[in-house]
């Protein structure tokens, strides 16, 4: 039960946290640290309103002061749970760099998350958010969650080596993961995905899946052969 709206949720929408021995809060993103805990819906504004109200004590039943960057540290621990998880998925080949890449994996059906840097350029995105709208009407499926969570600063930092321009997570245990992160990480600064917006001429149609709530659903695989159908350019590198 969320501390601040008292409603009942899935843990998976909720952060856990516990009481430290310096009297602290600690946010338990893996709900896994013993002792008693408390939960509170993952968005940045609970986190603050608990702050300020100081709900933890109460919640925990000890003498607790949150600190109040907790949002902070909150918002660093998921980016850096996502890196994490986009380190594993590259290495299992299920996180891949690069527009031709992912124009690929997007016309194959492959793609299951599309990610972008903050700034990268427009045209780049134009692109491959015609590939996606594209194979969506094509087949009538949902189009894929698009992310662009990242500036460049934030992530050389978080990724090191591994920042990119363009990126895309590809199906699989490791890819899942990935989507996931971002998911989770885009509902706590709560911001929206990206969706492809571009009006393609003779295309038409919605933005099936769109919006936090349907990031990582609804994505998959059908019909591979027919996603190039639509006469899009592949976007440049």
């Keep these: 039960m969320c501390i601040l709206t008292r409603a009942r949720g899935d843990s998976a929408d909720l952060i856990r946290f516990v009481g430290g021995p310096d009297g602290t809060v600690i946010p338990d993103l893996r709900q896994r640290l013993p002792g008693r805990g408390c939960w509170l819906r993952a968005d ?15 919640a925990l039943k000890t003498a607790v002061t949150p600190p109040q960057d907790l949002g902070d540290r909150i918002d660093a621990l998921l980016l850096a749970d996502l890196a994490g998880m986009m380190g594993l998925a590259r290495k299992s080949g299920q996180f891949v760099s690069g527009a031709s890449k992912a124009d690929a994996a997007i016309r194959s059906g492959d793609a299951i998350g599309l990610f972008h840097a903050a700034h990268a ?5 134009r692109k491959l958010a015609q590939a996606i709208k594209a194979r969506a009407l094509t087949l009538d499926e949902p189009e ?81 052969a027919a996603a190039g159908a639509a006469d899009v350019p592949p976007a440049e590198d």
Aim: proline share 3%; aromatic share 4%.
């Design 44 to 58: 940045r504004a609970a986190v603050e309103t608990a702050v300020r109200k100081n709900l933890f004590a109460r």
């Design 121 to 125: 350029a427009a045209d780049g995105v």
């Design 144 to 224: 894929i969650p698009v992310f662009r969570l990242l500036a460049r600063e934030e992530m050389e930092r978080a990724l090191g080596d591994g920042a990119f321009i363009h990126a895309t997570a590809l199906a699989g245990q490791a890819g899942e993961g990935v989507v996931k992160r971002a998911k989770r990480l885009v509902d706590f600064r709560a911001t929206a995905p990206v969706q492809a917006q571009i009006e393609t001429p003779g295309l038409s149609g919605g933005n099936a899946g769109s919006g936090s709530n349907g990031a990582g659903k609804g994505y998959g695989r059908k019909g591979r």
